[in-house]
């Protein structure tokens, strides 16, 4: 499961894979408190995961199994010395707030953070999904009829199905009522397990 660092995640049984846009967000605002024109650490940490995600660029049309030897050979090292950075620094940190908790997040979440690359199907960063649950969250206000578990479900499987359709280039709408004619097809009894009568 592709995660930020929201602790509830830690309570299912799901193997957590970590989000370096989270990580990589959190120093670009301490980089902010720096003041313009001015470097420190938070630009040496912020260079290194933007080579980590120039190494994903090249990967974007290659197979797992390329993108996990690539990975180890490529990316690892820039990982441990991201690492081995925040072993020197973290400890030591003062002043800019924002840079403490980045560190700290980054130290937190730093066993999820590199997960990815232990496996070629795996991304640097949850970034699709986060694109696709968007339109939901934004809407979230409008979703308050769903007061029951039940209704939870049923919206969290609609738009399953619709993010699904747009992932794969389909239209929603059309491939929805696809489904649901292939539904009414294969189960002649349907009527009786719907609360509305669907006839094309």
């Known amino acids: 499961l592709h995660v930020d660092g929201y602790q509830a995640y830690e ?8 989000c370096w846009a989270h990580a990589r967000r959190k120093f670009i605002e301490a980089k902010k408190l720096q003041g313009k024109n001015k470097t420190g650490k938070a630009d040496v940490v912020l260079s290194l995961i933007q080579k980590l995600y120039g190494i994903e660029s090249r990967l974007k049309d290659k197979s797992a199994d390329e993108s996990y030897q690539t990975r180890q050979a ?13 072993e ?28 990815y690359i232990n496996d070629g199907r795996l991304s ?30 049923a919206s969290a499987i609609l738009y399953s199905i619709i993010e699904t359709a ?15 004619d292939e539904l009414c097809q294969s ?11 669907f006839k094309g």
């Not at 700290?104 to 997960?115: D, F, G, R, S, V």
Request: proline share 7%; glycine share 4%; charged share 20%.
């Open 74 to 86: 490529q990316s690892k090292p820039i990982l441990d010395k991201l690492r081995q950075w925040l």
């Open 166 to 180: 747009k992932a794969n280039g389909l239209a929603p709408y059309d491939y929805i009522t696809a489904c649901l």
């Open 124 to 153: 640097i960063d949850n970034n699709r999904a986060e694109r696709a649950i968007k339109p939901f969250v934004i809407g979230r206000k409008n979703w308050l009829f769903s007061q029951t578990a039940t209704g939870a479900n």
């Open 88 to 115: 020197k620094h973290q400890p030591n940190l003062v002043g800019n707030s924002k840079l403490i908790d980045a560190a700290n997040y980054m130290a937190n979440q730093w066993p999820k953070l590199i997960e």
């Open 11 to 18: 309570k299912t049984q799901a193997s957590l894979v970590g």
């Open 187 to 197: 189960t002649p009894d349907i009527d009786s397990l719907l609360p509305w009568n």
